[in-house]
């Protein structure tokens, strides 16, 4: 079983910062790779950002690149999404996935919803 759950979200005015949370249970723990998504109102979910495991290597769409920053906690199970420089259009549904015994995200979390004030 692989539970993921998101947190964190909120009301943010333009500019400013909130920190997303997910923590991992289950087969979460071996994940490959972890990473985060958004879905706006009447959009497609879209990638937001990407860290890998067994190399800390981090990946960012080029929407968030340098204000979002993803990091993890080992001890505590758990991957963060740092959003800074918050803008309106990054108002969305904010889901953290993980790729489970392979490449591609094959567990989600329920979400967590960031809105523009």
């Known amino acids: 079983q692989v539970q993921l759950v998101e947190s964190g979200g909120g009301l943010v005015q333009a500019g400013g910062s909130l920190r997303l949370s997910c923590v991992a249970s289950?087969?979460?723990?071996?994940?490959?790779?972890m990473g985060w998504f958004r879905q706006a109102p009447g959009q497609e979910r879209e990638y937001v950002a990407a860290l890998t495991w067994t190399d800390h290597s981090t990946y960012y769409a080029d929407s968030v690149q340098g204000r979002f920053t993803i990091s993890r906690d080992n001890a505590k199970k758990m991957v963060f999404l740092q959003m800074n420089s918050l803008k309106p259009e990054d108002t969305a549904v904010y889901y953290c996935?993980?790729?489970?015994?392979?490449?591609?995200?094959?567990?989600w979390g329920q979400g967590t919803q960031v809105t523009d004030a």
């Open positions: 996935a993980a790729a489970v015994a392979t490449t591609s995200y094959n567990y």
């Open positions: 289950g087969r979460a723990l071996s994940a490959r790779k």
